[in-house]
């Protein structure tokens, strides 16, 4: 049986909790149209803790596009599962575009190619 998780997405917020663990949420495009012809997002947050945290929290910032892969688990009243990602792949680092150019090209790839 298999327990992991891989997520691909843009950073839509960083939450530090201490220095060694810290809360991102990451925008997921879905790869479906809704009922008016738009592709939606999902959020979905994803624990980091560790070396991994620290780094993350150190480079990582508002609309970079990154890799999370991890593993569920359950929290402690057992009621829900917590993503906790084991690595986090820096893959596109936004600097400031005014259009958001680096989102656009990923949205246009997403849709077209996959």
């Known amino acids: 049986m298999l327990n992991q998780f891989v997520l691909v997405g843009r950073v839509n917020n960083i939450n530090k909790i ?19 012809g738009d592709y939606e997002n999902d959020y979905v947050d994803v624990i980091v803790k560790g070396e991994v945290a620290k780094t993350t929290m150190e480079y990582v910032v508002n609309n970079d596009i990154i890799g999370a892969k991890g593993r569920f688990v359950k929290t402690a009243d057992m009621t829900t599962l917590e993503l906790n990602a084991e690595k986090i792949t820096f893959l596109v680092s936004y600097k400031g575009s005014a259009e958001n150019e680096w989102w656009l090209y990923f949205k ?7």
Request: glycine content about 0%; proline content about 0%.
């Open 108 to 114: 246009w790839m997403y849709r077209y190619l996959f």
């Open 18 to 36: 201490n220095d060694k663990e810290c809360t991102i949420t990451l925008e997921i495009l879905r790869s479906f149209k809704n009922e008016n």
